[in-house]
C-alpha cells in the first residue's frame, strides 16, 4: 500500500476551481506515479459528489466509468455529518466511537440504516444500467470529491473487492484522519490535497461547491 499526493497542495485551501477541475488535476497526478493500463482499468464513482469528478478523471485517462451506490448513514440532525456508510451490496461500516459519543440508541442507528436502504434503492432505479457496477476489470480507482472520516469510502473499498483484483483510492481531497482509516484496506491512495489539520472540510479545497443533485448526477452519467 501506498499513498501518493501533491506536496504543492499539502494543507492548502481553495486548490481546486470545482469538481470538474479537481478531476482533471486527479487524472494528472496518477499519470505521473502510475502505469495506467487502459484495457483492464475502471473509473468507479461514489455518487453524487463524486461523479463530477470521476466524469472529468474518466474523461481525460480515457477509461470506462462506473458507479458504485454508497451512502452516509446520517445523523438524525443532520443532512451532512453521519456516523458510518452503506453500500448497493449491503455493506456497512459504523462508527462506533461516534455512536457512542453521541449516544445514539440501538433503536435510531436502525432507523437510519433503514432510511439510507430506501435512499440507495432510490438511485439504483434512476442511474442508467450500463452504468452500475455489475461486472469489473481488473483494476479500480475508487473516486469521491473528498474524504473527511473515511467510513464511505472504506464501505466502496470493501464492495468494489467483489470484482476487481486491485482497488486504488483516487479523491481530490482528503483529511489524514481517513487516509489513516483506509489505508489497510486499499491497495493505493491517490489525493492531490492532504491535510492534516483540524477542522477538516472536503468543502475547503474548492472555491465553488455545491451539493450535487440527483438530476446533476445524472446529466454527467447521460
Not at 481488473?138 to 472504506?154: P, R
Amino acid at each position: 500500500m501506498f499513498v501518493v499526493h501533491d506536496e504543492r497542495y499539502y494543507n492548502k485551501f481553495g486548490v481546486f476551481k470545482d469538481r470538474i477541475d479537481a478531476g482533471e488535476k486527479l487524472a494528472d497526478l496518477i499519470v505521473r506515479h502510475f502505469d495506467v493500463d487502459r484495457d483492464k482499468t475502471d473509473v468507479v464513482a461514489i455518487p453524487a459528489g463524486g461523479v463530477p469528478v470521476a466524469w472529468a478523471m474518466a474523461k481525460k485517462m480515457k477509461l470506462r466509468l462506473k458507479v458504485l451506490l454508497v451512502s452516509k448513514i446520517l445523523f438524525p440532525w443532520t443532512t451532512e455529518a453521519g456516523f458510518g456508510a452503506l453500500s448497493m451490496f449491503g455493506d456497512v461500516e459504523l462508527n462506533k466511537r461516534a455512536i457512542r459519543h453521541y449516544k445514539i440508541s440501538d433503536d435510531v442507528v436502525e432507523e437510519q440504516i433503514k432510511k439510507t436502504r430506501e435512499k440507495i434503492e432510490r438511485r439504483l432505479k434512476i442511474i442508467p444500467e450500463k452504468y452500475l457496477l455489475k461486472e469489473g476489470n481488473e483494476i479500480a480507482f475508487l473516486v469521491d470529491d473528498g474524504l473527511a472520516s473515511g467510513y464511505t469510502m472504506l464501505v466502496a473499498i470493501k464492495s468494489a473487492r467483489r470484482f476487481y483484483d486491485k482497488v486504488y483510492v483516487a479523491v481530490p481531497t482528503a483529511s489524514s484522519h481517513a487516509i489513516n482509516l483506509i489505508s489497510k484496506s486499499c491497495d493505493g491512495i491517490f489525493c492531490v490535497n492532504l491535510r492534516d489539520v483540524y477542522p477538516y472540510a472536503v468543502a475547503d479545497a474548492y472555491l465553488e461547491w455545491h451539493d450535487v443533485s440527483e438530476e446533476e448526477m445524472l446529466e454527467f452519467l447521460k
